[in-house]
């Protein structure tokens, strides 16, 4: 929610075949709630809707267009009302492209434009209609976005530059650590091995604590190998996030993997989960083996 305590609405319209369905996909990655193709007659419901739900829905994203028929007349009337509201912050996403790029697209993707049979199959003729039907809304635009030449990763960094407030709130990375005893992580991208560090397991007053605890964390970084491990892994990560972030990728899983699952590699994940949490990025720890072979 914004900082003035409104919610945060954003209509995303424009030409079939512009690349909505693709800018959908990305604010739902930076944390919007999407809906596609909901008729702007059940808009200001869908509204009320998530105002009283329990999970207190910050941002919304709605997919509006011509795909909803002779209901879309009534989108103008709409935005304008809830606009008027005082307690939502409501913007317009215009999104087009040039008409013969349009029709490569649909040519592309066989796919029928959604006016493809009330013209008889005829594409000039239903880009035509669709651009006159808009042209309203398209005046009403906060942002307008023209995809021809655009590739996928660069609508995705437009649509980041506009939406938001720093680049590395596009990435979501989750710190997991597990044992290699129960399986490797598969879901890594990238994956540490921290078996070669001193074991807690063997100081019989740390056997039966984990990671998570400090007294468990003090003896792994007691020891020089593991504090250089940790500075070496650290400045790896400040080298690759942001080229991970340039490429477009929405999300990262970082694993560290020692035998059981309960000391080192805990250790390590809350090390660099903090770590890259003190530098403003989306962090989310995982200890997927901390309660196995427990009593």
């Known amino acids: 929610m914004k900082e003035d305590g409104r919610m945060q609405i954003l209509i995303v319209t424009g030409m079939s075949g512009s690349g909505k369905s693709s800018v959908m996909d990305v ?25 009283e739900s329990e999970n207190h829905l910050q941002k919304l994203a709605i997919a509006a267009d011509l795909r909803s028929g002779d209901m879309f007349v009534d989108t103008y009337s709409v935005l304008v009302e809830l606009q008027r509201q005082a307690d939502l912050d409501v913007k317009v996403l215009y999104i087009e492209a040039e008409d013969e790029v349009i029709i490569n697209r649909y040519k592309e993707t066989r796919r029928k434009h959604p006016l493809d049979e009330r013209f008889g199959g005829c594409l000039h003729n239903a880009i035509a209609y669709e651009r006159e039907q808009l042209r309203c809304i398209k005046g009403m635009a906060d942002y307008c976005i023209e995809t021809s030449y655009f590739s996928a990763s660069q609508l995705k960094k437009q649509i980041w530059e506009i939406f938001l407030d720093n680049t590395t709130d596009s990435l979501s990375i989750k710190v997991t650590s597990f044992g290699f005893k129960y399986g490797v992580s598969t879901e890594s991208d990238l994956m540490f091995d921290v078996r070669c560090l001193p074991n807690p397991y063997y100081i019989e007053s740390l056997h039966a604590h984990t990671g998570c605890e400090a007294c468990v964390q003090d ?16 400045d790896l990560l400040d080298f690759l996030i942001p080229l991970y972030i340039q490429e477009g990728k929405s999300r990262l899983v970082i694993a560290f993997g020692c035998t059981g699952g309960k000391h080192r590699s805990i250790t390590f994940t809350e090390k660099i989960g903090d770590y890259l949490a003190d530098k403003g990025m989306h962090v989310m720890k995982q200890h997927r083996d901390i309660g196995k072979d427990r009593p």
Do not use: T
């Open 27 to 51: 604010l739902e990655d930076i944390g919007y709630y999407c809906i596609d193709n909901l008729p702007p007659q059940l808009i200001e419901r869908f509204v009320m809707i998530c105002r």
């Open 219 to 234: 003896y792994v970084m007691s020891f020089e190998q593991s504090r250089e491990l940790l500075k070496k892994i650290q």
